[in-house]
């Protein structure tokens, strides 16, 4: 029996990162298959691992890591809303479906952090 090969579709980097201590938020550009495009983040912890030495990532937290968590979700905030009411100049149309990321100056696109009422993605 032939084995399948899982397909993986290649990682997009974040549009921003913000950094807090070893509280990390990665800010993405979506868009819904109806084409709304919104950013929204994820939230990591990184540690060194006291029996190897390296460093290890996870998306738990610990009381002690509160006020870097709540740092990091508020600049995330600021960042998107900055993105969403005219921050440097972009290529993004709020409501206009997006074909590619362009960017201008370096800037990255900007949209909404949440989906309409009226997309697939709102429930």
């Known amino acids: 029996m032939a084995e399948k090969k899982k397909q993986t579709t290649p990682k997009k980097k974040p549009e921003h990162v913000v950094q807090r201590g ?23 912890r990184t540690w060194k691992s006291a029996a190897t030495g390296k460093d290890s990532h ?18 995330i905030c600021a960042w998107i809303r900055r993105k969403m009411t005219g921050g440097p100049a972009t290529s993004f149309h709020p409501g206009k479906r997006q074909e590619g990321r362009e960017k201008d100056d370096g800037a990255p696109a900007r949209g909404s952090s949440r989906p309409s009422a009226s997309t697939p993605d709102a429930l």
């Open 22 to 44: 070893g509280v990390i938020g990665s800010i993405h550009l979506r868009q819904s298959n109806c084409g709304f495009p919104y950013f929204d983040f994820s939230l990591s």
């Open 58 to 75: 996870g998306s738990t937290f610990f009381d002690r890591n509160e006020e870097e968590l709540l740092e990091v979700i508020r600049e």
